[in-house]
Each structure stands twice: as structure tokens, then as C-alpha cells.
């Protein structure tokens, strides 16, 4: 079954859901299936969400607009597709940048792993930030630990990028903060798991 949900920030008039419905309809939800919101994306209390998440079941798919009608920012995206996917429900943006979402197909669920990669890979990043300690130690000549190390998010970000032939090395090696040689441990040339990367995904 097909359950549609749409949303705009403003309860003033000022912003219609006309197209966003029309699109629902057109990719063949019933109008009754169809929940709505007028709140920012934002604010945690959104009842049409709810509603539209509690009435889910296994087998359906979830359809929206555009990929920012759903979450209010990346990491509670990831979170609510991941927790509809445990439930065995299906998750498709119809346009937009996050048009190639659909994880009722491989094709969609690796480009919404590529997103759940990055989301993690910002925790880290801020996790990393807030560790002055290892700042402090280097500058006092003393060599902080972690700057090298591979990381499920990094590893899965890398595997997505060393698939482009486009892919610089050393940028994608400075841009992940870890060395060539750390990179190539865990995955060949092409992109494929090497064991140490198997490992590290399989932990």
C-alpha cells in the first residue's frame, strides 16, 4: 500500500500543498492515504507525521515530494527511514535532489546508504571537534591518536567515492582525515572491500 505525506512550514495561506498532493496522487496514492502537516520541519511535534508513521505497515512505502518534506535536517532523516525500514516499510521521494531515493529498489537503498554515511561521518566530525584534549597534546609535541583511523562512515564514504573514476586519492584521503595507506588496507582501487574493511563493517 502507498501512504503519502506532505508538508509546509507556514499555517498562513501563504504556502499551498496543491502540488505536492497532486504529485502524490499522480504516483498513485489514494487521497485517503494522504497525511499533511503546516509546521516548520523543525518542530518535533508534526501529528500529521505521526499519524502517518503509526498507520504504516510492513509491505507499504512511504512517498513524499521532495526529500526536506519529511525530516528537519539529515540525521533525523536517516533515523526515520532507518527505523521504517527495521518495520519492513518502503521509503520514495518522487523529486528533487533526493529523487533517486527509493528503497523498495538496490539501486535506492545505496544511494540512501551514502546518505546515512555522511550523517554519520558529521557525528564524528563533531564528536572530533569537541575532544581539545588531542589539539592540546599536539600542540605540545605529542602525537594525538585517531586522526588516522578508518571508521564505518569513512570506509562507506569511500567505497562511494573510489567507485567514480573522477576520485582524487590523496584529496579523498585528506578529506576523510586518514592516509593512502589506511585506505588502500581496507579497500582495492576499485572500490571493493578488502578484508580489514570487511572486518570493520562486519564489527
Known amino acids: 500500500m502507498l501512504i503519502g505525506y506532505m508538508r509546509v512550514s507556514k499555517a498562513d495561506g501563504s ?6 498532493r497532486d504529485a502524490l496522487l499522480a504516483a498513485g496514492v489514494v487521497a485517503a492515504r494522504v497525511y499533511e502537516d503546516l509546521a516548520s520541519g523543525r518542530l518535533d511535534e508534526r501529528p500529521g507525521l505521526a499519524a502517518c508513521v503509526k498507520s504504516l505497515r510492513e509491505g507499504d512505502t512511504l512517498l513524499v515530494w521532495k526529500l526536506d518534506r519529511l525530516g528537519r535536517n539529515l540525521r533525523h532523516l536517516v533515523n526515520t527511514v532507518h527505523d521504517l525500514t527495521v518495520r519492513g516499510v518502503g521509503f520514495r521521494v518522487l523529486t528533487g535532489h533526493g529523487a533517486s531515493i527509493n528503497t523498495t529498489t538496490p539501486e535506492g537503498k545505496l544511494v540512501f546508504g551514502i546518505f546515512a554515511a555522511l550523517a554519520e561521518f558529521e557525528r564524528e566530525l563533531i564528536s572530533e571537534r569537541t575532544k581539545v584534549g588531542l589539539a592540546s597534546a599536539r600542540a605540545r ?8 583511523k578508518m571508521t564505518p562512515a569513512k570506509l562507506r564514504l569511500a567505497m562511494a567515492a573510489m567507485i567514480q573514476k573522477t576520485t582524487v586519492v590523496s584529496e579523498l584521503c585528506k578529506e576523510l582525515g586518514i592516509t593512502r595507506q589506511t585506505l588502500y588496507r581496507h579497500l582495492g582501487p576499485d572500490g571493493v572491500l578488502r578484508q580489514d574493511g570487511q572486518k570493520l563493517l562486519e564489527r
Open 141 to 148: 609535541g605529542r602525537k594525538g591518536g585517531g586522526q588516522y
Open 15 to 20: 504556502q499551498v500543498l496543491d502540488l505536492q
